[in-house]
């Protein structure tokens, strides 16, 4: 069974900064890709930012040029440095790792989700 953490959400003032982490654990031989999700209030799941084995990124059109993901694939960690934060930025985020190879199968997990809220 693979499990994703993630932990550094919070509140932020509008303008300040929070960097996300998400570590992958349990038996597993390989993950692709690893990103970040989130979901605002009545709001549908949307892609943050991704990040392949290989290190090639993804972002969502809204976080360009502020946010900035990237990954330790010896500790099987993504983070998530976001910066210059904006209201319009609270969500619950969510880890995301896929696929990933266990002996077993081969399927994407996602973590439990860590509140971000950004208001003065």
Not at 26 to 53: C, D, F, H
Not at 67 to 74: G, K, P, V
Not at 82 to 110: F, H
């Amino acid at each position: 069974q693979v499990q994703l953490v993630e932990s550094g959400g919070g509140l932020v003032q509008p303008g300040g900064s929070l960097r996300l982490s998400c570590a992958a654990s349990g038996l597993l031989i390989s993950i692709n890709t690893m990103g970040w999700y989130r979901q605002a209030p009545g709001k549908q799941r949307e892609l943050v930012a991704r990040i392949a084995s290989g290190g090639s990124t993804n972002y969502a059109d809204s976080v360009k040029g502020r946010f900035t993901i990237s990954r330790d694939n010896a500790k099987n960690t993504v983070y998530l440095q976001m910066n210059s934060l904006k209201p319009e930025d609270t969500a619950v985020y969510y880890c995301n790792a896929g696929p990933v190879a266990t002996v077993s199968n081969y399927r994407d997990y996602w973590g439990k989700g860590t509140l971000v809220t950004v208001s003065s």
